[in-house]
């Protein structure tokens, strides 16, 4: 039940900051550079982010790659979802 919360709370997380337009705003304002890329990178992909959550916040790099695995499931289910609503509307 424990492992289940946490894959709850960081995917959560992970998804809240994906979202987060604000956030991308911030990071436009950077300096190009490698800094700049990895803080693109790990805020706008949901499951490089939540992957990264995951492994701060429990520290086991096993349940990391579990949620983001969830995460790739996540994203594919929502993509096949919108798929299916675009050909309905045709």
Known sequence: MTLFIILLKALLL?????????LQWLLELLPDGLIKWFSIVLTSCFKCCAF????IY?????????????AYLWTNLEQNIISLIWK???
Do not use: H, M, N
Not at 14 to 22: L, R
Not at 52 to 55: A, C, E
């Open 14 to 22: 992970a998804k809240f900051i994906t979202g987060f337009e604000p």
């Open 52 to 55: 990264w959550v995951t492994l």
């Open 58 to 70: 429990s520290g086991d790099i096993f349940i990391a790659s579990g949620a983001s695995y969830i």
């Open 88 to 90: 309905r509307k045709k």
